[in-house]
């Protein structure tokens, strides 16, 4: 048997029983338990580290919720689960999972409900003025591109951060009230247990789990299913390397311990397809204060490539993907403002042709592009990358400036968004699309909503609402 994976032919005895078995207390991990234990199975949870929480307790606690949730309407939005669904679709990638994104608006009302009788308190406020979690503790936010083109053409652009009560951080507030939640469930937990192998019968089922704890492999038997939800491989350099080079290139791995990629090769040892390994969660927070949106965004070419008021989701991935990470954000005297995250000011000069040198520009390139932009900015429009009114401003006032959006220099965070191939219902694919008997899995160690065009919330989102499903599968 491949490395990863045991015979049930080689379990002598089995030191722990349990109807379902779940992989990594996360907030994936946590809602699969929850819901297993709701079908009324016998529930185990192993977890590497000595607590529970993974990188969702140290997140920002955002989840992307839409569709009408009761906090949406307690802060005098509507949205609709079609709008929602639009907008993702449109955001998510080439060729998001339709099925998991119609499943998922279709239930966000109800999943959000979910989260608040599991404790978690949601303030019914809505902060206006960052991208993601707020430094408050306001419950409602924009996480994403709804009001940008082309999405809000597409779709009703409406907020749908769903943060919980907490300044700044909530993501440790998130995973208190999942992780006590988990054994208020009924759901056993045990910590430092790493699991290394699955246990496979004769069909290629997955019967059990083999973990290491306090120097020594104990042997679990999972009578209905084992869910895996240990998070993504950011951490995993050799996996890095193969699938995301040039994520390696980023200042910030968005990770804790936990995300080496274990759960992923342990499913592909059983036998399991994997989905989207190339693709990431690159976030470049250089529009932060929203003021700086009024900037451009130019390559190496002294070209744009985005509208600068896109999600810091959007900016990282194509500065990164599609412009090899060389970018500069150009603002005149009068946008200026001290930059929250990329504060390094590359270049400053009286002219456009100036910095252009000091940058290393092809001559001409930035004056041109800045005449385009200053001309139709005069008149509120951006025909080229339809930039909303809201941050239009010809850059006329010297000293102009490059803040530095390079790679090297800026801050760059990275999370991966692809792995193992599951479908609506948490079951694990083979490369077949068949479903694996006795294997489930959720949150960053699966494929899931987002494959690209990341807004914030989704990861969480997406774990919190398919480890559920998974956990029910496995539950019956
Ligand atoms: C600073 C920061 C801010 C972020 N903000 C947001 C946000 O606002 N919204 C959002 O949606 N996302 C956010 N993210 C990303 C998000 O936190 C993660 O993508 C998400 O938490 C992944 O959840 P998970 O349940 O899949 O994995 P995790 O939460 O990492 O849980 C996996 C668990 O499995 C355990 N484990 C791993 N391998 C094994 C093994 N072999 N055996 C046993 N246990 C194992 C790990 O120790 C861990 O506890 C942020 C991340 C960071 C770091």
Partial sequence: MPTGVRSINEVAHFDERCDVLVVGLGAAGAAAAIEARATGADVLVLERASAGGGTSAMSGGVLYLGGGTALQRACGFEDTAEDMFRYLQASCGVAPDEAKLRRYCEGSVEHFEWLVAQGVPFRETFYHGTSGEPPTDDG?????????????????????????????????????HLCAATPGSGARVAADHRVSALVLDADGAVVGAVARHAGRERFVRARRGVVLSTGGFVLNDAMMRTHLPLGLRCKMRVASDGDDGSGIKLGIAAGAATKNLDKASISLPVTEPWGLKRGVLVNAQGQRFIHEDAYMGFLGERALFQNDGRA???????????????KTVAATGESFEELAAELGLPPGSLAATLQVYNRHAACGRDPVFHKSADYLKPLVTPPFGAIDCTVEEALYAVFTLGGLATDVEGRVLDPEGVAIPGLFAAGRATSGLSVGGYSSGLSLGDGTFFGRAAGRSAGR
């Avoid at 009001?147 to 208190?176: E, N, S, W």
């Fill in 328 to 342: 500069w954000l150009i603002v005149d005297d009068e946008i200026f403002e001290e930059p929250l995250y990329c």
């Fill in 140 to 176: 409602l936010v924009w996480s994403g591109s709804e009001r940008c083109q082309p999405y809000c053409d597409i779709a009703q652009p409406a907020p749908r951060g769903h943060v919980g009560q907490m300044t700044f951080q909530a993501g440790p507030l998130l995973m208190k």
